[in-house]
């Protein structure tokens, strides 16, 4: 698939064949790249609806987007480092999973998060520019449903501030719970898909600056991603 992943599609069994078509039962089995240990999922049968109407139907079980998620989350996919000079919109990379979008440019530094978070501005008088560290913290779990499919990610996010001698001063970790939703349709004959936050919350983990609360933070960040990030994704 790519440099962290690679996918296993040799046949289950022997293929089908009937009359007027062929069974084909494919595996669908995502590992990390070089890293051959099973997954921690077992694959559930299931069967593609009786229709003769098209040339092709090809279908994916959710096992298949399961070890997806477990290939990456293994390989480090989840692991990303926000600096001062990366679009903030990247954050959106981490909260849904695969759809990473840009939204507007923030220069990120302590000054924007001390007005948001008074503690901040006490601990940190001098404006220093600010490197944000998330990660996933669990396998994300991907639940298939009718015409769409939810992904809900437990990950964490620890905020440093970058001193002029380039070395790092944490300031506080957050616990980060998101909620996603991807409604699925066809469009001009293509699949499309819409995004939807369902739920972003954040809890304290540790403060160097003391402790605060984080609600507001929760709000404004929510209030950017369906404002401004969610519409800007689904416009593409």
């Known amino acids: 698939i790519d440099d962290l992943a690679e996918v296993d599609y040799s046949l289950n069994s022997l293929p089908a064949v009937f009359r007027s078509f062929i069974d084909l039962d494919l595996k669908g089995i995502v590992y990390p790249a070089g890293n051959y240990t099973g997954p921690p999922y077992a694959a559930a049968p299931f069967t593609i609806p009786a229709q003769s109407d098209s040339m092709l139907y090809l279908a994916f079980s959710e096992y298949f987007f399961q070890t997806s998620s477990f290939a990456y989350y293994t390989a480090g996919a989840f692991n990303i480092t926000i600096a001062e000079e990366v679009r903030a919109g990247k954050l959106i990379c981490f909260l849904t999973f695969f759809f990473l979008q840009t939204c507007s440019y ?4 302590t000054e924007i998060f001390g007005s948001i978070i008074p503690e901040v501005a006490k601990y940190s008088v001098t404006p220093y520019p600010v490197m944000m560290k998330l990660m996933a913290t669990e396998i994300p779990i991907i ?7 939810t992904v809900e990610i437990q990950g964490s996010m620890e905020v440093f501030a970058v001193l002029p001698d380039s070395t790092t001063q944490s300031l506080f970790t957050m616990n980060v719970t998101a909620n996603t939703s991807i409604a699925l349709n066809i469009f001009d004959q293509k699949l499309m898909g819409s995004l939807c936050l369902n739920r972003l919350q954040f809890s304290l983990a540790h403060s160097n600056v003391g402790f605060f609360e984080i609600s507001l933070l929760e709000n404004i960040l929510s209030y950017i991603l369906q404002t401004e990030v969610v519409p800007s994704a689904n416009g593409k």
Do not use: G, P
């Not at 923030?106 to 530094?109: K, L, M, R």
């Not at 639940?143 to 499919?149: I, N, V």
């Open 106 to 109: 923030y220069n990120i530094s």
């Open 143 to 149: 639940s298939l449903e009718q015409d769409s499919f």
